[in-house]
């Protein structure tokens, strides 16, 4: 991968890539890269902002350039030396919607041996977090193989209750609060991505592993009075 | 016992709001902080608090506060009128509030965001390292009526904080020109758009703390791009040629072109327009 820097001002300095990214091992090599890049700034840095194309660096101090490229080349170079990724593994509760004024059943007409196909291969692919953004929580999870994906609604749903799980085209999201969205709603989750009462209030990082499980309505509801419900995890590692 | 004024009246859109989050973007969530920064620091300026000390953001039309113990405010940025005991007072200066006294704002004028300051910063809650309300990250997005807002304790005695003179806010200039530099998406935006953006004249559409839509008219284009990276000041082209400005509480993505970014002065200005101004765009110097 080859990076190039767009200045947004003096203290946002965009790293773009030369190409998306597109597997969990690219985003656990950019977390890598955040943690060094952190440690390499520490104050100076306030936050970086990840997404496909590139990353976002808010400095509190105005940055010469030079030195900024310079810092970034030589943690790269030592990222992309590791031997190891390091990540947690979830298993996230689905409650499918089985209903026949459900997404899922319309975007299939009805036919029972492609939704059934199409939930015994959710269950059986491995996404992983890909980055934050549009609210505080919702996960972009990529992951998806191009025959499972599905468009979005041509018309957004006005509210999408809380807790849905929905595909949108590459993309897999859970609705971390009530709000306006158009993806395909294919069913429930009793985890909250974002819990302003629970500490930790966001525990999934980009580059985790993410693995659905079918569960019932009584399971569903087990879950939801669980303290804390965090999901079950274990580490895990790509190794080189 | 702690300090507070209590709400009698919350006003149209009154929340409180300190420097912002920094720091949990990655995780999705906004800056939130002062929509006009420059008003803001002025009303925490004439009482010498901490240039980032939480204050009272009011939209158009502001709260009634009952003080149940002594403090100083001061009020700055749209002008708008303020009654103590329905007493006439001034802005942009110190304010003694006793126990028992009723301050009441009203309406704003040349401006739609003044920011009410108390002495040492509010000593509300703290979501997320920030005192700043964003729904969901705090309870609450804006004051509840009845809801108790504590400050540091003062008595009559403290000195009265000295008065700040600084020249006129620029963010309240009534010019109609919006100072913007290139976005990340500029070299992705077709031609026919590049060559209409600044000899168009825009009217500014709905806003809130999120953003504000700008109804452009511009060609229609098809770009759907992969979401990405949107900050305060961001301008993204929506497929129907309109425009849409990300502010304090906007997402931290989107999916349209980014291809402008206002000037930091002009996301101030832009926080004091209301719909329907008239608006033309020009490149910043």
């Not at chain 2, 804006?142 to 009559?156: D, I, V």
């Amino acid at each position: 991968m080859n990076f190039q820097l767009q200045w947004l001002s003096p203290v946002q300095c965009f790293v773009v890539f030369d190409l998306p990214l597109a597997t969990q091992y690219e985003v656990l090599l950019l977390r890598y890269w955040i943690g060094l890049l952190q440690n390499e700034w520490k104050d100076q840095l306030l936050e970086i902002q990840s997404e496909p194309r590139g990353i976002l660096l808010f400095f509190s101090v105005k940055m010469a350039k030079k030195t900024t490229e310079k810092r970034l080349e030589k943690t790269w170079q030592k990222t992309i030396g590791q031997k190891e990724m390091r990540f947690q593994s979830w298993v996230f509760p689905l409650l499918w919607d089985h209903s026949d004024r459900g997404d899922l059943f319309q975007y299939f007409k009805g036919d029972p041996s492609q939704l059934q196909a199409y939930q015994e291969q959710f269950v059986a692919q491995p996404l992983y977090a890909a980055f934050y953004g549009f609210m505080p929580g919702f996960v972009y999870m990529g992951g998806l193989p191009p025959a499972m994906r599905l468009a979005r609604k041509d018309e957004p749903r006005l509210q999408v209750p809380a807790g849905s799980v929905a595909v949108g085209e590459r993309y897999v999201g859970i609705y971390p609060q009530v709000s306006p969205g158009g993806w395909q709603l294919i069913g429930q989750t009793p985890i909250a991505l974002f819990d302003r009462n629970r500490s930790p209030a966001f525990f999934l990082a980009p580059g985790d592993r993410i693995l659905w499980k079918s569960v019932s309505a009584s399971e569903m509801k087990y879950w939801q009075q669980q303290y804390n419900n965090l999901p079950q995890s274990s580490d895990d590692a790509i190794l080189l | 016992m702690r300090s507070f004024c209590k709400v009698i009246e919350t006003g149209m859109y009154t929340s409180v709001q300190d420097g912002g989050r920094i720091g949990w973007r990655h995780r999705g969530v906004p800056v939130s902080g002062p929509m006009d920064r420059e008003s803001f620091t002025q009303a925490n300026a004439v009482l010498g608090n901490p240039e980032d000390a939480a204050c009272l953001e009011i939209t158009q039309m502001g709260p009634t506060l009952l003080f149940n113990d002594p403090t100083w405010v001061s009020v700055s940025g749209a002008q708008i009128s303020i009654e103590k005991n329905k007493v006439k007072q001034q802005m942009d200066s110190g304010l003694f509030c006793d126990v028992g006294d009723v301050l009441s704002l009203g309406q704003t004028e040349k401006g739609v965001r003044s920011y009410l300051a108390f002495q040492g910063g509010l000593q509300t809650e703290i979501y997320l390292g920030s005192r700043a309300q964003f729904y969901p990250i705090s309870p609450s997005a804006t004051l509840e009526k009845g809801e108790k807002l504590y400050f540091h304790p003062t008595s009559a005695t403290t000195v009265p904080p000295s008065k700040v003179s600084k020249g006129p806010i620029a963010s309240l200039h009534q010019e109609d020109k919006l100072l913007v530099h290139k976005g990340l998406d500029w070299d992705a935006c077709p031609a026919a758009i590049r060559e209409a953006l600044f000899s168009t004249t825009m009217l500014l559409g709905s806003n809130n703390r999120m953003g504000y839509r700008i109804e452009a008219a511009l060609p229609k284009s098809d770009n759907q791009p992969l979401s990405g990276i949107v900050v305060p000041g961001t301008v993204q082209l929506t497929p129907g040629g309109n425009l849409l400005v990300a502010m304090q509480d906007g997402q931290v993505t989107g999916g349209y072109l980014r291809i402008l970014q206002l000037d930091p002065a002009a996301i101030n200005f832009l926080a004091q327009q209301a719909s329907g101004k008239k608006l033309q765009l020009q490149w910043a110097g």
